[in-house]
């Protein structure tokens, strides 16, 4: 079993910053993707990055961009979404996700999931 906890999430005025940890747990860590997602009120849940269990990889959504910088430290078991240039569009909502190996930017295709972290973007 792999048990992810999210953390750094708050309210940061449009143009701050934050970054958002995903600590993870279980025998099988460094042999996962990780991935994160968001989801704002009344909208559905959407990519935002991940990153690949080869520590390499990454892909992010268009949207996110130049923005946002996904990473991961080995020896704390932890990935990192470093947020840049927040909009007020960014609020949600943000979770962590893993499953084996490749990453996937398709909620379903995740085994498991953080409890999520609330991001607020004030204009």
């Known amino acids: 079993q792999v048990q992810l906890i999210e953390s750094g999430g708050g309210l940061v005025q449009a143009g701050g910053s934050l970054r958002l940890s995903c600590a993870a747990s279980?025998?099988?860590?460094?042999?996962?993707?990780m991935g994160w997602f968001r989801q704002a009120p009344g909208k559905e849940r959407e990519f935002v990055a991940a990153i690949q269990y080869d520590g390499v990889t990454t892909s992010y959504d268009d949207s996110v961009k130049g923005r946002f910088t996904i990473s991961r430290d080995y020896a704390k078991n932890t990935v990192y979404l470093q947020m840049n240039s927040l909009k007020p569009e960014d609020t949600a909502v943000y979770s962590c996700a893993a499953r084996l190996w490749e990453i996937q930017v398709v909620a379903t295709q995740y085994n498991y999931w953080g409890q999520g972290t609330q991001v607020t973007v004030s204009s």
């Open positions: 279980g025998r099988t860590v460094s042999r996962l993707a």
